[in-house]
């Protein structure tokens, strides 16, 4: 599946150009990748041969704490936050997704505390933040569960080995790290 994908990129702190193919791989491969084509889903417009556009923050971690404590009520950095778009799809424009928020600092320290390549864990937020803005989730288990098996597909599909394997993620997520201060953003753990 060929993916037409726009995406907006503003770069900010350590980020440089070179990570933007990373991040862009990455986006395509979880639209792709998704089951948009689910009984029980609808593909994210009905525009979708028009491709799609979403904008990725690329940014340091005392950015992503003020839209942290902004968004959640939390005052401190997060490695992504995702805010899908409400925006009614313009026929023939590209359906845009929303905003991901991305925190070099934090990717940086959970790549080495966890001995994963950093782009690896970059790879493994974007496809986490692009399924979100595409409707999956994990505040209920069987969500939790569907979205992990996705993300583990789309990401063994990149090259990426099972982020959680070793891990019971599931369990390690509570309701209050998944939920939202407004319901508008989405956390990775």
Known sequence: MTIKLDIDFTRTGAWTAEDEPIVRAAAEAAIAGADLADEDEEPPSSNAQAGFALSVLMTDDDAIRGL??????????????????????????????GDIALARETLEREASLDGKPLDDHLRHLVVHGVLHLLGYDHI?????????TTETRILARLGVPDPYAGTDALEEKTAEDMVTANGAARISR
């Open 140 to 148: 209920e288990k069987a969500e939790a569960e569907e979205m992990e």
């Open 68 to 97: 942290n404590r902004d968004w959640r009520g939390k005052d401190s950095p997060t490695n992504v936050l995702s805010f899908p778009s409400d925006m009614p799809v313009i026929p023939g424009e590209p359906d845009f997704l």
